[in-house]
């Protein structure tokens, strides 16, 4: 019975090598990123970033050794869902289906299924229903089911700006509060203002910074990124900024003859107010889009530390540089005790009354906390944004009804009072 069973998994383990022989070589590469585990934390004490790559056995007796130990059917399995998500991403690629990609890369960063391992010990970590529901349905791919437009992608209501302001805000004000939980941080600042480094007067306001033992903030800016491509490119501007002060000045003096003008407008009756307050919001946008120093160069003159934080639609954490720079933050923020050995049983280690199981760790800790709060912030701005659309299309309609309505005369003359009492 046992050496039929070896047999059997031999063929299956000789089935998934060939398979894997006969990928295409961007199939290929996907595949290997699928196989390969990243450890940021290691158990056994060692820091830095660790990738192990989960193996076949090589031949009918390496099969029959690693039989008689545990993990050879989780390579296995490893291995057949990773093969089966290659075709399916190959299958999606020929129809044009690029959402149902990003959305799978998405879902492979850290922190993604943060959402599903957290408990509701806390108010942070309280997920309601319908929330969570919606969550699921932006990770499945499946429809809505809110505004007027019900069979629509959750995706879609998703990346509705109430929705990514909500979420936007919402991860920030988590991690200030996870943050200030570390033995490492001194004292959470919600608001901290820098000068540009090029001498102009361009705000430099990020989301947040904590202060470290050694005296020094490490600020934070959180964005959302749909993509991983989209998330680089979010990080270098966070960082190195855009534009340039000679540009915003010729923007900024094109703008103020701009609205000269609109006010003019609005005072000689050729514009109404609302578009005079289009007007102005345009110029206020131009002179925003027009130049930024970003984070890096300011904090550093004031001796701090800056880190970009781009996260998935889905509370994940993107992997946006290729040394580690996407984990300094959470490196620099969290507990000393997730960098101490297990078997270092005297060590000081993470303690809160929420942290729970699944959160033994002051890394897990933050990485749920922001999910959650992703989640319920993403549910509520796409809930608005669907009785937005409710309200307009019931304005619309009462409209046409009233419209309707001019043009018929009524069947029943309507009552009057006998006196004006």
């Given at each position: 019975m046992q050496r039929e069973m070896i047999l059997q998994g031999w063929a299956e383990v000789e089935r998934l090598r060939a398979e894997r022989v006969a990928l295409a070589p961007e199939a290929a590469r996907r595949f290997t990123k699928l196989i390969t585990r990243t450890v940021?934390?290691?158990?056994?004490?060692?820091?830095?970033?660790?990738?192990?790559e989960t193996t076949l056995p090589t031949n009918y007796l390496d099969m029959i050794t690693r039989a008689a130990k545990p993990g050879l059917q989780n390579d296995v399995v490893t291995h057949s869902y990773a093969l089966e998500l290659c075709e399916r991403i190959a299958?999606?690629?020929?129809?044009h289906n690029h959402k149902f990609v990003d959305r799978l890369d998405a879902l492979r960063e850290p922190g993604s299924t943060a959402l599903?391992?957290?408990?509701?010990?806390?108010?942070?970590?309280?997920v309601h229903g319908r929330a969570f529901s919606f969550a699921m349905r932006c990770r499945l791919g499946l429809p809505a089911l809110i505004g007027t437009q019900p069979g629509?992608?959750?995706?879609?209501?998703?990346?509705?700006?109430?929705?990514?302001?909500?979420r936007h805000d919402a991860a920030a004000q988590a991690l200030l509060r996870v943050c200030s939980l570390s033995d490492r941080i001194v004292s959470s600042e919600p608001k901290r203002r820098y000068q540009c480094h090029r001498g102009t007067d361009c705000p430099v306001?990020?989301?947040?910074?904590v202060l470290g033992l050694d005296g020094a903030h490490d600020t934070f800016d959180v964005s959302f990124a749909p993509t991983l491509h989209d998330a680089k490119r979010r990080a270098i501007i966070k960082r190195w900024g855009y534009g340039s002060p000679q540009r915003r000045d010729e923007w900024a003096a094109v703008n103020r003859v701009r609205r000269r003008q609109a006010r003019l407008d609005c005072a000689a009756g050729?514009?109404?107010?609302?578009?005079?307050a289009v007007a102005l919001q345009r110029c206020a946008g131009n002179d925003q889009d027009a130049y930024h120093p970003g984070y890096t160069g300011p904090c550093a003159i004031a001796g701090d530390?800056?880190?970009?934080?781009?996260?998935?639609?889905?509370?994940?954490?993107?992997?946006?540089?290729?040394?580690?720079?996407?984990?300094?933050?959470?490196i620099n923020a969290s507990h000393s005790g997730d960098d101490t050995p297990d078997y270092d049983i005297e060590a000081p280690r993470f303690d809160h009354h929420a942290r729970?199981?699944?959160?033994?760790?002051?890394?897990?800790?933050?990485?749920?906390?922001v999910a959650c709060a992703t989640a319920t912030a993403s549910y509520g701005g796409a809930i608005y944004s669907a009785h937005a659309e409710l309200r307009r299309a019931s304005n619309g309609d009462h409209q046409r009804i009233d419209l309707r309505a001019q043009h018929l005369e009524p069947i029943i003359t309507p009552p009057e009072p006998a006196s004006a009492a």
């Open positions: 940021y934390r290691s158990r056994y004490g060692t820091s830095g970033m660790l990738r192990r299958q999606a690629r020929i129809e599903l391992c957290a408990m509701p010990s806390m108010d942070m970590f309280t629509a992608d959750a995706d879609e209501y998703a990346r509705k700006q109430s929705a990514m302001n909500g306001t990020p989301d947040g910074a050729r514009i109404d107010r609302q578009q005079l530390r800056f880190h970009p934080i781009i996260l998935t639609p889905y509370g994940g954490w993107w992997r946006w540089s290729d040394r580690g720079e996407h984990n300094d933050f959470l729970t199981w699944a959160s033994w760790t002051h890394t897990a800790f933050t990485r749920q906390a």
